[in-house]
């Protein structure tokens, strides 16, 4: 069979799942089972397609119809400027995460030099892509889950960024080594109640640690506020992803801890979603 027919089935069936996103899932996947980028398929519609990839092809267009999301069967995905390993024992980065790599750029001059912190790493995409970026800073990441601190390493390793950053498999609460001059972190911060509501990409298929903040959504981020509280050095900044309605409430609780929000900034949804603020 030829690669147009090929799609054009695949982008049927999957029409029929109601996966919005069919025609570019169909080129994406296929792309990935004969090991060839999207441009090719474009320019080479009526080549003609071994049997072995399209059983591979068909394999991976069966689990995206049960919402198995792409990224986990491709096992990559873009971020900032790198493409990332990912699996699903980390949440699948999002492009408005890329604020905060965004923010901490345009706080810290190429130069400069410090120690960071990221809380909560998932596959290390905001650490990585931060020390890609300024190759004098040098950081830590944690996360409560050994299968993200596994991933994270194997991105250090095709990063080449060994030399400069380390990885704990920590719960927040018990990590108490440093001092640092720039945290960040994007915690879990979905309301218990408002999880089933969710996608079914996302809730059947990433993993609950990584979405769950608890009764009210705060819990999780209380608990980096609480921490960084602690390992922050003064006049640090502390860099903070937060759902599109907790502005206020976190306000309040960095003031508590004495931090000052400098500002809050908004996503590409136009919610607020990136809180920066200082240790005082
Ligand atoms: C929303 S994900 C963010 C992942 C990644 N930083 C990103 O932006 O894509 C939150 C991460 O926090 C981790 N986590 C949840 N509870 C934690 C805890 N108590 N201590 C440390 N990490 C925790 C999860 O395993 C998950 O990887």
Do not use: H
């Amino acid at each position: 069979m030829d690669i147009e027919n090929i799609l054009n089935k695949a982008k049927k069936k999957l029409k029929n799942f109601d996966i919005a996103s069919s025609q570019i899932d169909s080129e994406i996947l296929l792309a990935d089972a004969i090991n060839k980028d999207r441009k090719y398929l474009i320019l080479n519609l009526k080549s003609q397609i071994k049997g072995n990839y399209i059983k591979k092809f068909n394999n991976l267009i069966k689990r995206r119809s049960k919402g198995e999301p792409v990224a986990y069967l491709t096992k990559k995905k873009e971020f900032w400027k790198e493409t990332f390993y990912v699996n699903n024992n980390v949440l699948i980065p999002r492009p408005d995460t890329e604020i905060i790599v965004d923010t901490v750029l345009k706080l810290f001059p190429k130069n400069s030099k410090l120690q960071m912190l990221d809380i909560g790493t998932g596959s290390g995409c905001i650490l990585l892509s931060i020390l890609k970026e300024r190759p004098n800073f040098y950081g830590i990441g944690i996360d409560i889950s050994k299968g993200s601190i596994n991933v994270c390493k194997y991105n250090t390793q095709l990063f080449n960024l060994s030399n400069r950053v380390k990885f704990f498999n920590s719960d927040v609460d018990n990590f108490i080594l440093g001092k640092y001059d720039l945290i960040t972190s994007n915690p879990a911060y979905i309301d218990l109640q408002s999880i089933k509501y969710l996608k079914r990409d996302v809730v059947n298929f990433e993993p609950k640690l990584a979405l769950n903040g608890g009764l009210d959504g705060f819990s999780q981020i209380r608990k980096v506020i609480d921490k960084a509280a602690i390992l922050i050095k003064k006049n640090g900044k502390l860099i903070l992803e937060i759902g599109f309605n907790q502005k206020n409430k976190v306000g309040e609780m960095l003031k508590e801890k004495k931090f000052y929000v400098n500002q809050v900034l908004k996503d590409y949804g136009n919610n607020y979603r990136c809180v920066i603020s200082t240790k005082i």
